[in-house]
């Protein structure tokens, strides 16, 4: 390693500039490599002069050698003896660190059980795929961005600033890379689509740029790949991750997915078939996105039915029965999953399958309590007492999640958006409200959308009922 006083220069090409006889732009991957979208490869140095790591025998023969003996055989401590290990002294250069947080934040977000032990998975691609390299350290540095309070360390860039550069980086390579026929079966390029997604949650309070990623990336790179239950391990863990963002999506923006569609859906029914234990997660899932596809569908149907004739229309009656099954089967699951809970005993990811069951049974009944053409119709309409109580409980389960696991916040959006809608009391709004302000102050930003919205929504509620007052 060149030492501090030594005025030789450290090489720094890559294998290709190497090959290629050309100057070396330095860094990581060179901008050659990315304009020619190669892999950038560093050289291998010999380890002759190399920083060695050494083992506590080692470490106790330096002591040794840096102490004097006098004449009478008293050994004493040489001024060389250092104050701070030797190993104190190594300073990572800006990637590495930026890598590191990213492993940090991946370690400190499970959004699945598997999330954690991707990273191992990734590094080998990483370190050949500017587009997933790019990525990954733009959702470092933001996530360095928040720990360090924005400070620049040894007169580098912001952490901000070399995270915005990185993410522009990373989408001009993907908009690059998309003219390529194979691209669809790269995984490197569909990590690289959902880590660039949630940078915008973690940057973007509106939320509007994790959807088009989600919507034109992920989602479009999956759907012309097409279902197969013949994944790798990272392609699985891809594949369970985007199921429970993108349920959550449909539901808050009320949206079609691909998941709904009967390949997609058979093939979560084979890979639930052949596992070895029930999963209530992944059935509530499954139940997230087949709810979404129904409340789209009936939207659909009632919206052709003039509306005089809603109330005696034979298509509204039938749409209220197969919400009576959609309720009964949300129901059902319920009971399984405590079964289960009993057996098992209560872990992280089954408060959050419970909050997401006590979510969909609001989200149902608020497809028919607003209306008056179901009131004289049996449907799957819950009582006030019945929603207040879900609320309740939906705040209990959140406050545990947030406090007690690692589970990002960013999952809770869609049950905390269910039941601020339906909150009436002040207090139920304010516990919303702190809950939605852990979930800010945790990274995810898009979490003030959520706030901004419902605050309105009760401001309006309040000017309305206000107005309805007999005066």
């Not at 691609?125 to 620049?152: D, F, K, M, Q």
């Not at 029914?269 to 129904?294: G, N, R, V, Y």
């Not at 919400?323 to 009993?342: E, S």
């Not at 049996?378 to 309740?392: K, Q, R």
């Amino acid at each position: 390693m060149v030492g501090p006083l030594d005025k030789r220069r450290r090489m720094t090409r890559c294998l290709g500039c190497a090959k290629r006889r050309i100057k070396c732009e330095g860094g990581f991957p060179c901008i050659h490599c990315v304009r020619q979208n190669a892999a950038c490869v560093a050289q291998q140095h010999s380890g002759h002069g190399m920083t060695k790591f050494v083992n506590k025998n080692q470490q106790d023969d330096f002591c040794a050698r840096d102490q004097s003996s006098d004449k009478n055989g008293i050994t004493i401590p040489s001024r060389k003896t250092p104050g701070v290990h030797p190993l104190g002294f190594i300073r990572k250069d800006e990637g590495t660190r930026l890598l590191d947080y990213f492993a940090s934040f991946v370690q400190q977000n499970m959004f699945t059980m598997s999330f954690p032990s991707i990273v191992s998975d990734l590094l080998p691609l990483i370190s050949t795929s500017p587009v997933l390299y790019h990525a990954v350290i733009a959702v470092g540095a933001l996530y360095a961005n928040r720990h360090t309070g924005g400070r620049a360390l040894n007169g580098e860039k912001s952490p901000y600033v070399h995270a915005m550069t990185s993410y522009h980086k990373s989408m001009g390579i993907l908009r690059s890379s998309l003219r390529n026929r194979d691209v669809m079966q790269k995984e490197d390029v569909l990590w690289a689509t959902f880590f660039l997604g949630l940078f915008e949650l973690l940057s973007d309070e509106s939320g509007e740029g994790w959807v088009k990623h989600m919507l034109y990336g992920t989602s479009k790179m999956l759907q012309l790949v097409g279902p197969t239950d013949c994944m790798s391990s990272p392609r699985r863990i891809f594949y369970d991750l985007f199921r429970v963002l993108e349920a959550s999506r449909a539901l808050l923006y009320n949206e079609e997915t691909i998941l709904s569609q009967e390949c997609w859906l058979g093939l979560q029914k084979s890979l639930s078939s052949s596992a070895t234990q029930w999963d209530p997660m992944e059935e509530i899932i499954t139940l997230m996105i087949e709810t979404s596809a129904f409340s789209l569908r009936a939207g659909a149907i009632i919206e052709v039915i003039p509306e005089a004739e809603r109330f005696t229309d034979p298509s509204v009656a039938l749409i209220a029965a197969e919400g009576l099954d959609v309720q009964d089967t949300i129901y059902n699951w319920h009971t399984k999953a405590l079964l289960q809970l009993v057996q098992d005993g209560p872990n992280p990811y089954s408060n959050l399958a419970l909050l997401y069951y006590h979510a969909l049974l609001i989200f149902v009944s608020g497809n028919y309590d607003y209306f008056p053409y179901w009131d004289n119709i049996a449907a799957p309409v819950l009582s006030h007492a019945e929603i207040s109580e879900h609320l309740t409980t939906m705040v209990y389960l959140s406050d545990e999640v947030l406090c007690l696991s690692k589970i990002p916040g960013v999952m809770l959006l869609f049950p905390l958006t269910v039941a601020g809608a339906r909150a009436q009391r002040a207090d139920q709004r304010s516990e919303i409200l702190h809950l939605l302000n852990q979930i800010f102050r945790k990274g995810f930003v898009v979490a003030n959308k959520i706030r901004d919205n419902l605050l309105q929504r009760w401001a309006d509620r309040d000017q309305e009922e206000t107005m309805n007052l007999p005066t």
